[in-house]
């Protein structure tokens, strides 16, 4: 079946220096992808999304990539601050009306 | 601006009871979204509505039902729970299909079941 995971459960950063947020699907069908930042006890905010027909997108901060030939996603924030800190998902689009969620990652920004 | 209002935000049932969770759009948005989310887990899609007709589905299970209303918004139903039903419940909106249309999420509903 489709499946959307990350490689790191846990990612600590020095503040000021760049993140890197990684993002294996399987779903070689999906064209497209989002970025979503959980913080404790509140619900997923949409960072930043990037269709299939892209390899880049660049928001404020945050650059999503995409490699379509090895099913890989990933989110660089820059300058990572004490706010980054979160849980970050990437999903997955099936078609339609259903985003599948991968496996978050915990980002730690150290001060 | 307007979010993604749900209610109640905390419920605690006992195992076999029934609860009901409801989810309130943003103006104007035509689809609704449930999603469980266990502790440390991500999201699990549940079901989906687009005007008022169930336009997808996921891991619902049978105990659980779903509607979208005429103004709407949805409520979630669960009945016979059971203590894995305990979780953080997330409604979600957005116009139309969500490919290219961005998904706004409630806070979301703690349920707990004792």
């Known amino acids: 079946g489709e499946s959307v995971g990350l490689h790191l459960p846990t990612l600590s950063v020095q503040e000021g220096d760049n993140s890197i947020i990684n993002c294996a699907y399987s779903n070689s069908a999906s064209d497209y992808f989002i970025w979503y930042k959980q913080e404790s006890g509140k619900g997923p905010q949409f960072i930043i999304d990037i269709r299939s027909n892209m390899d880049k997108r660049q928001g404020q901060r945050v650059t999503v990539l995409l490699n379509k030939t090895v099913k890989h996603l990933s989110l660089q924030i820059a300058a990572t601050q004490p706010g980054d800190s979160a849980v970050y998902f990437c999903a997955e689009n099936t078609g339609g009306f259903k985003t599948i969620f991968g496996a978050g990652t915990r980002l730690f920004v150290k001060a | 601006a307007a979010g993604v209002i749900q209610s109640p935000r905390h419920l605690i049932k006992e195992k076999r009871e029934t609860a009901t969770l409801k989810c309130y759009p943003i103006?104007?948005?035509?689809?609704v979204y449930w999603y469980q989310q266990g502790p440390g887990q991500d999201p699990q899609f549940l079901i989906s509505f687009y005007e008022k007709m169930q336009s997808d589905k996921g891991s619902i299970p049978d105990r659980f039902s779903a509607q979208q209303f005429s103004d709407y918004h949805s409520e979630l139903n669960m009945s016979s729970l059971e203590l894995g039903d305990s979780a953080l419940y997330f409604c979600?909106?957005?116009?139309?299909?969500?490919?290219?249309?961005?998904?706004?999420f409630g806070e979301g509903s703690w349920l707990t079941v004792v």
């Open positions: 979600a909106s957005s116009t139309g299909q969500s490919i290219g249309n961005t998904i706004y």
């Open positions: 103006p104007r948005h035509d689809t």
